[in-house]
């Protein structure tokens, strides 16, 4: 997919164009450095599927995403299908050198990922590995730090 949008500064869908990067467990977005950084932190916004329709007794309607109250007949909450589950960034420490795992999660649920990072490295990329239910993955943001 194009990683441009994961640098455009907006982490939300536009209904004018498809403001995410696209792709399928087990591709990839890489960053590669003129001279090798310290990396502290990585910053990951997924696509929690904002504009959702509402279940139950209100399924005509857009889904409340905080809900103050839980009607009798409201279908239990589940994670967003196309919210990322499973990933893990790696880390070349020179252009040459093999990639390394320095980060991996296999439970994610939140629509912010802040992963703390720790290492000096010329190339750094996310691996998507799995959503909770879509066959695409969609991302509106990854940097790091």
Excluded: M
């Excluded at 997919?1 to 990839?28: F, H, I, M, Q, Y």
């Excluded at 209100?58 to 589940?78: F, I, M, T, V």
């Amino acid at each position: 997919g194009d990683p441009e949008p994961l640098r455009n500064g907006s982490d939300r869908p536009d209904a004018d164009l498809d403001n995410a990067w696209c792709g399928k467990p087990g591709d990839w977005i890489e960053y590669r450095f003129a001279t090798p950084v310290d990396l502290h932190e990585a910053r990951i916004i997924c696509d929690s599927d904002l504009n959702r329709k509402g279940q139950g007794a209100n399924a005509r309607h857009g889904e409340k995403n905080s809900l103050s109250n839980y009607p009798l007949d409201q279908p239990p909450r589940r994670v967003p299908a196309s919210l990322l589950k499973q990933f893990r960034i790696e880390a070349q420490e020179s252009p040459e050198g093999a990639w390394r795992v320095l980060a991996r999660q296999s439970d994610a649920h939140q629509r912010l990922l802040r992963v703390p990072l720790q290492g000096r490295v010329s190339a750094v990329r996310l691996v998507p590995e799995a959503t909770w239910g879509t066959e695409q993955v969609r991302l509106f943001a990854f940097d790091v730090r």
